[in-house]
């Protein structure tokens, strides 16, 4: 089975805090994304990348950074944490270009106090 | 803008009733729709999804889907609902600008009672 890994389920974080946020995928997978889940709101795609040390925005990539260093793992980067980035976030992968089905992890919820 | 709908934020039914969930998208061509299901406190899990030919789609649990391009909906259906199928239910449709994106639905939250 494909796992994708969130390395934390929990996190709480104060305000102007660098955040990282660790994803790792076990099935060499090409595509990996950072989605923001809010209620009413659905998800909505942070970046994603589709190579080793590429990425590409998403819908709402103010605020976040991401890096890609190695093929298995995507990492999100909050570079100084605001309140109104409290929300549950969701690491994906799918195998390759162009559509097939995304993998996603647990998820980690982020509260920013 | 292509867009996803779910017209139902909560829905709650008994169990052993039968259920639809409701999806419409925008977009020009033939889409690829996916239905995930989130249940409480985890990930997203796929139900089933639809890239081409037959218009009824068979997916895990019990679930299918029907795309219907006349009416641009592809809605989720189970003859039989289970206590455990109490979820949170995300239709998405792959991007025409980028196949790399989904773009998914607001989300519909299925109670069901005993």
């Known amino acids: 089975d494909v796992k994708v890994t969130q390395s934390s389920r929990y996190l709480v974080k104060r305000t102007g805090e660098k955040v990282f946020l660790e994803c790792v995928q076990d099935?060499?997978?090409?595509?990996m994304f950072w989605y923001r889940q809010d209620p009413g709101l659905g998800l909505r795609l942070i970046y994603f990348?589709?190579?080793?040390?590429?990425?590409e925005k998403g819908d709402i990539p103010e605020g976040y950074s991401v890096s890609r260093e190695k093929k298995e793992r995507f990492s999100l980067i909050l570079e100084s944490a605001s309140t109104n980035q409290t929300s549950m976030y969701l690491c994906?992968?799918?195998?390759?270009?162009?559509?097939?089905?995304?993998?996603f992890g647990q998820g980690t919820r982020l509260t920013v106090v | 803008a292509q867009s996803v709908t779910q017209p139902d934020i909560h829905i709650t039914v008994s169990e052993g009733a039968s259920l639809e969930l409701r999806c419409n998208y925008s977009?020009?061509?033939?889409?690829?729709l996916f239905w995930y299901v989130q249940s409480p406190g985890q990930g997203l899990q796929l139900l089933l999804k639809?890239?081409?030919?037959?218009?009824l789609v068979q997916g895990i649990k019990g679930f299918e889907a029907e795309f219907k391009r006349s009416q641009s909906s592809f809605n989720l259906r189970k003859p039989s609902v289970h206590w455990s199928d109490a979820a949170e239910y995300f239709c998405a449709v792959v991007s025409s600008y980028n196949t790399d994106k989904l773009i998914f639905g607001t989300g519909t939250r299925l109670q069901v009672f005993p």
């Open positions: 990348s589709y190579d080793v040390k590429m990425k």
């Open positions: 994906a992968s799918s195998p390759r270009r162009g559509w097939t089905e995304a993998f």
């Open positions: 639809y890239f081409s030919g037959d218009t």
């Open positions: 099935m060499d997978h090409e595509n």
């Open positions: 977009y020009g061509a033939t889409p690829y």
